[in-house]
Nanobody, 122 residues
């Protein structure tokens, strides 16, 4: 049974930083495309950052240069380092995974975590 559990969210002032974690069980992160999505109230879910099997990354334009996705295969854990946070980064952040090479927001992801809330204030 695949399970993804996120942590690390919280409240932070604009300009601050947070690091989100997503612990995966039931899969080996080495073999999977993994990504972070977020959804703000009243808005559609959007893809934030993706890491494919080969280690290549894709970022939404809105977070390029500020967010960094990485993983520790030994710990089966995906991370999202978020720096220079803006109010518009507020939302529920969820990690997701798919067992296929293609790895970006336009593809169907098979497994999802419950999410961790990030709130950025002025």
């Amino acid at each position: 049974q695949v399970q993804l559990v996120e942590s690390g969210g919280g409240s932070v002032q604009a300009g601050g930083s947070l690091r989100l974690s997503c612990v995966a069980s039931g899969i080996t992160t080495t073999n999977y495309c993994m990504g972070w999505f977020r959804q703000a109230p009243g808005k559609e879910r959007e893809g934030v950052a993706f890491l494919d099997r080969g280690g290549s990354t894709i970022y939404a334009d809105s977070v390029k240069g500020r967010f960094s996705i990485s993983k520790d295969n030994d710990k089966n854990t995906l991370y999202l380092q978020m720096n220079s946070l803006k109010i518009e980064d507020t939302g529920m952040y969820s990690c997701a995974t798919r067992n296929r090479p293609a790895c970006s927001a336009g593809f169907l992801f098979d497994y999802w975590g419950q999410g961790t809330q990030v709130t950025v204030s002025s």
